[in-house]
């Protein structure tokens, strides 16, 4: 049924769960899969005009948010390779991640989205909504969405 399927991460343990589902998944239907990891950028009034952080302390963030992210497409990666299923990693920049999906499984020409149901909740849910919801209310693929 699928092909190409677009695994997002964050590195949570939900997520965790939600990568070992997906790649069985893609394993059952023959798909190859990509690892996809959002970095959103850090509030600009941190490192804006102003500098209410030092620089090397802003350079640092970037590095841990940077290692955060390939330690978490490895995850996929690796649990791809476990599996014998195809797998490339996208690491992407984005300050709405949700777009950053949807965007990335776009341009990797993905049939759908396998991902984690992980996202705000209580009042915060309700005002923001979740990565999980915006890109289920935005993506023009099928999105999965592993509980």
Known sequence: MFKHIL????????AAKAVEAGVALA?????????????????????GEG????RRLVEELGRRARDIAQRSVDEV??????AGVACVSVIDK????????IDA????????????SNGHRGITGLLLGSVTHKVLTHSKIPVLVFR
Do not use: N, R
Request: charged content about 20%; glycine content about 6%.
């Open 105 to 116: 499984a776009h341009e990797k020409k993905c049939d759908a989205v396998f991902m984690a």
């Open 94 to 101: 984005s300050v709405q991640p949700y777009q950053g999906i």
């Open 27 to 47: 394993k059952e239907m023959g798909a190859s899969v990509t690892a996809y990891y959002a970095i959103e950028p850090p509030p600009t009034h941190v490192y």
């Open 7 to 14: 695994i997002p991460t964050d590195g949570s343990p939900v």
């Open 51 to 54: 500098y209410l952080a030092d």
């Open 77 to 82: 990666s690796d649990a791809a390779k476990a």
